[in-house]
């Protein structure tokens, strides 16, 4: 089992850029793919990245498709999401979530964390 807590969410203006951490707990870490998803209230929870287990490959939603980046390090525990261009429809509450052995594409975490808040201003 692997608990998952994000941080690095807050305030920005439109054109700006955050960075999401979300750190793992346990020691199997590098045998996850790990993904981002997002939700805005009284909408589904939205795939937005991920990041395979043992190849690194990324995915990306198109709606992110050249503003952000997954990335992550396996000696911290640790999956990040590189955020730029930021525009008011990235406004949401951005979830981390981690996948054993899955693949990237599969879009089927069993494990979540409780969240961060993002919301760009105009």
């Known amino acids: 089992q692997v608990q998952l807590v994000e941080s690095g969410g807050g305030l920005v203006q439109a054109g700006g850029s955050l960075r999401l951490s979300c750190a793992a707990s346990g020691r199997t870490f590098s045998s996850y793919t790990m993904g981002w998803f997002r939700q805005v209230p009284g909408k589904e929870r939205v795939f937005v990245a991920g990041?395979?287990?043992?190849?690194?490959?990324?995915y990306y939603a198109d709606s992110v498709k050249g503003r952000f980046t997954i990335s992550r390090d396996n000696a911290k525990n640790t999956v990040y999401l590189e955020m730029n261009s930021l525009n008011t429809e990235d406004t949401a509450v951005y979830y981390c979530a981690a996948d054993r052995f899955g693949a990237v594409t599969d879009f089927e975490y069993d494990y979540w964390g409780q969240g961060t808040q993002v919301t760009v201003s105009s």
């Open positions: 990041i395979s287990w043992n190849t690194g490959r990324t």
